[in-house]
């Protein structure tokens, strides 16, 4: 019904950028929200940032506020997430998801990409 396509992880030394696509295609979803995930090894899955499609609203977890940027473009139907100044501590697996929101209640099914990796390390 919804497929996610993460891509642009790869490896940056610490304090250099990397830029994540998430990429939506299939069935519209209305009311969406994309949040963007990581897991690292070892360690629970986090949410590091998260955008609601109709206002644009973000959302950034302390973690990485201040460096890290989530945005949209409308005609691609593409999510980024543009990370700067990046640490080892950022080293995980980051996913993309899309889910409907509703007074900030899920309604129906989750979506995830394939995940990217993202290595930061000198």
């Known amino acids: 019904q919804v497929q996610l396509v993460e891509s642009g992880g790869g490896l940056v030394q610490p304090g250099g950028s990397l830029r994540l696509s998430c990429a939506a295609s299939g069935q519209t979803i209305s009311n969406v929200n994309i949040g963007w995930f990581r897991r690292a090894p070892g360690k629970e899955r986090e949410v590091v940032a998260r955008l609601s499609w109709s206002d644009g609203s973000t959302y950034y977890a302390d973690s990485v506020k201040g460096r890290f940027t989530i945005s949209r473009d409308n005609a691609k139907n593409t999510v980024y997430l543009q990370m700067n100044s990046l640490k080892p501590e950022d080293t995980a697996v980051y996913y993309c998801?899309?889910?409907?929101?509703?007074?900030?209640?899920?309604?129906?099914?989750?979506?995830w990409g394939q995940g990217t990796q993202v290595t930061v390390s000198s």
């Open positions: 998801a899309a889910v409907s929101l509703r007074l900030g209640v899920p309604v129906g099914a989750t979506y």
